[in-house]
């Protein structure tokens, strides 16, 4: 879940820094492929953090009775 959130954050940080004239390094790997790649990595991290958290099981707090 915390990759998922890292590229959340580098895709979106990659998106809206050029806007106020700063940028990832990293991002400069990609920069022909602007701002698509950006949006992609967003993408990829949400559905990582969304199947972690549709794949999460209940925890069991053993406060349930039985009626």
Known sequence: ???GI???VLGLGA???PLIGLRFRIMDLVEDYQPWASIGIT????MIVIA???NRKPQNTGDQSVA
């Open 15 to 17: 998106f809206l820094l």
């Open 1 to 3: 879940m915390q990759f």
């Open 6 to 8: 890292l590229l959340i």
């Open 43 to 46: 993408v990829i991290g949400l």
């Open 52 to 54: 972690v958290i549709v």
